[in-house]
C-alpha cells in the first residue's frame, strides 16, 4: 500500500525549533519529488516547501524561506522539514504529500501532524 | 487573499449537478499551467481529484470532471451525493511567486 506517515508535531513556543519527518512506504521514493502543504486553524492549503528527487532543487513559499529547511534521506525513504524561529502563525496541520513533478499535482497525501507554536 | 479565487461555499440538492470555478491571472492559469483539485474533509488527508486540468485518478468516479479556459479553471461535479460534503481546492504553479498556490477553498453542502 502506497503511503506517507507524518510524525513530529507538537506543541512548542514562539522562536523555537521543530523537526517534522515523513516515511514513505509502497513506491519507489527516489523517483518522486515531494512537498509540504500545511492548513491553519480554520483556514485553506498552503504550499510550505517542496524539493526534487534527487534535493537537487529546493523551494520554499515566502512565509516560511529562511527558517525552514526540507531535506530527505532516500535511503531511509524519509522526508524531514526542519523548521526554526516558528511563530504562532506557524500553527498548522503540516501534511506531506507526493508530487507528480512540481506544480503538476499532488497525488499521494499523508494524514497529517499537528504543530501548535504558543507560549 | 489566495492568489487563486474560489467562492467561498456552492450547495445543491442530491443528484443535481454544481461547478466550482477558480479564477486565477496570467502568472498561473493564463501562463498556461495545469490546474489539479482536490477534496479535503475535515481530519483526512486531501485528495487529488483531477490533475493536469481534467484527468482522473485511478479511483475517481467519473462523475467528477475538470476544464480549463483562459485564466480560469472548473470542477463540475454530476449526480451530487451526501458524501460528496467536503472541501475542493484548487491548485497550480505561479511562474512570478516560484509557487504552488492554492485556492482559498470552496465548501460543498450537498442539501
Known amino acids: 500500500e502506497v503511503q506517507l506517515v507524518e510524525s513530529g508535531g507538537g506543541l512548542v513556543q514562539p522562536g523555537g525549533s521543530l523537526r517534522l519527518s515523513c516515511a514513505a512506504s509502497g513506491f519507489t521514493f527516489t523517483n518522486y519529488d515531494m512537498s509540504w502543504v500545511r492548513q491553519a486553524p480554520g483556514m485553506g492549503l498552503e504550499w510550505v516547501s517542496y524539493i526534487s528527487s534527487s534535493s537537487r532543487a529546493t523551494y520554499y513559499a515566502d512565509s516560511v524561506r529562511g527558517r525552514f529547511t526540507l531535506s530527505r534521506d532516500n535511503a531511509k525513504n524519509s522526508l524531514y522539514l526542519q523548521m526554526n524561529s516558528l511563530r504562532d502563525e506557524d500553527t498548522a496541520v503540516y501534511y506531506c504529500?507526493?508530487?507528480?513533478?512540481f506544480g503538476g499535482g499532488m497525488d499521494v497525501w499523508g494524514q497529517g501532524t499537528t504543530v501548535t507554536v504558543s507560549s | 487573499q489566495s492568489v487563486l479565487t474560489q467562492p467561498p461555499s456552492v450547495s445543491g440538492a442530491p443528484g443535481q449537478r454544481v461547478t466550482i470555478s477558480c479564477t486565477g491571472t496570467s502568472s498561473n492559469i493564463g501562463a498556461g499551467y495545469d490546474v489539479h483539485w482536490y477534496q479535503h474533509l475535515p481530519g483526512t488527508a486531501p485528495k487529488l481529484l483531477i490533475y493536469?486540468?481534467?484527468n482522473r485518478p485511478s479511483g475517481v468516479p467519473d462523475r467528477f470532471s475538470g476544464s480549463k479556459s483562459g485564466t480560469s479553471a472548473s470542477l463540475a461535479i454530476s449526480g451530487l451525493q451526501a458524501e460528496d460534503e467536503a472541501d475542493y481546492y484548487c491548485h497550480a504553479y505561479d511562474m512570478s511567486l516560484s509557487a504552488s498556490v492554492f485556492g482559498g477553498g470552496t465548501k460543498l453542502t450537498v442539501l
Open positions: 493536469g486540468n481534467s
Open positions: 504529500a507526493r508530487e507528480l513533478t
